[in-house]
């Protein structure tokens, strides 16, 4: 049954995302999980993978390894004839300023850098990073470097989840938000993560996204502040939505059984259209939603996919340290995807 039920579902991303490959970078080229991975990606149709770091270093671990990494992308930061236009660029960006070449270079030959400014400058479409290092290490160049969305004020991120119980979500997909990035939201992000979140849905589902928004209680008649907050994100979020002439069903305050039981959610609140059938599920912050997915995945044996970052200009994705070689190449394929939908020139890197 989870055999199928992936094939459902990143089997379809793959399908689709044959019909125009993506180039994706991976900073961590030197990671044995990143380079088996890699070498699927080429061998599914999916693009061209392109690792960073030390070629010497990636050969080695390559061959160690028995991994076949013809046509897929090497690149030594150190080496690159696009470090100096890199450096460059580096230096306008206020964070930056006045470094002077060396310290800036010093900068541009970590590969995250230097991955995070091919995504930026369109010589790679997606990056895919954190396989190995600490999400600060991993998630700071990319927040730095790469362009946000001019309609968003902050970045968040989602994880999908291929459950092997087909009875929720959609079909057993489902989305989790936001499991890594903001510890506590405020009504406007929670709405933000809600709308983004959804529109990622049904990017990978192609189904209209029903967001439940969570908490302790449901549709409570108290004010208690945890879920009046989630009521007002979920009003704010209901909002947005219609602003941008995006179709979603969103509803809450929810405690996690009504969105998901369908008699409990008819019980609970009859008149919701998410109640018992949502495929997105909004946490009301960073401790109970990377607690929930970590769960999900290990106690009921769900496939994640992510964490995949929401609110930047260009797709990225950064993983647990503890992502498979599977869940790599899926989430590799998921921000190459994404990179279809995400053709409309982005203001470059405020200066």
């Not at 960006?93 to 995504?119: Q, T």
């Not at 291929?162 to 499991?179: H, I, Q, T």
């Not at 990179?339 to 982005?346: I, T």
């Amino acid at each position: 049954m989870q055999t199928r039920a992936v094939i459902k579902f990143i089997g379809s991303v793959y399908e689709r995302l044959r019909r125009s490959p993506k180039r994706v970078v991976f900073p961590e080229g030197t990671e044995p999980r990143v380079q088996r991975a890699a070498a699927r990606f080429v061998k599914l149709g999916l693009g061209t993978p392109i690792l960073l770091g030390p070629r010497a270093a990636i050969t080695e671990v390559a061959e160690r390894e028995q991994v076949n990494l013809e046509h897929v992308g090497v690149i030594d930061p150190a080496q690159a004839e696009d470090l100096p236009h890199f450096c460059e660029r580096l230096e306008k960006l206020k964070r930056y300023r006045d470094l002077g070449p060396a310290m800036s270079e010093s900068i541009m030959i970590k590969p995250n850098y230097f991955g995070a400014m091919m995504v930026q400058y369109g010589h790679a479409d997606a990056i895919v990073t954190g396989a190995g290092e600490e999400a600060s290490s991993s998630l700071r160049p990319l927040l730095q470097l790469i362009s946000p969305l001019p309609h968003l004020k902050s970045v968040s991120s989602c994880m999908a989840l291929d459950l092997s119980n087909k009875r929720y979500g959609e079909r057993g997909v489902m989305f989790f938000a936001d499991c890594a990035v903001i510890p506590e939201p405020t009504v406007d992000q929670l709405a933000d993560i809600a709308v983004e979140t959804g529109l990622t849905c049904r990017l990978l589902t192609g189904m209209k996204p029903r967001i439940a928004m969570l908490s302790f209680t449901t549709h409570s008649s108290g004010r208690l502040p945890g879920p009046a907050k989630v009521a007002a994100a979920a009003a704010l979020a209901r909002q947005r939505a219609s602003q941008r002439g995006v179709e979603m069903e969103i509803d809450g305050e929810m405690q996690a059984d009504t969105a998901i039981l369908p008699e409990l959610g008819k019980k609970k609140a009859p008149h919701s259209l998410v109640a018992g059938r949502a495929n997105v599920l909004i946490f009301p912050d960073l401790a109970s939603s990377n607690i929930a997915v970590k769960l999900v995945q290990y106690l009921a044996g769900a496939e994640t996919y992510g964490q995949l970052l929401l609110g930047l200009g260009r797709p990225c994705a950064d993983l647990s340290r503890g992502a498979t070689e599977d869940s790599i190449l899926g989430v590799a394929a998921i921000v190459g995807l994404t990179a279809l939908e995400n053709r409309k020139p982005n203001a470059q890197a405020s200066t």
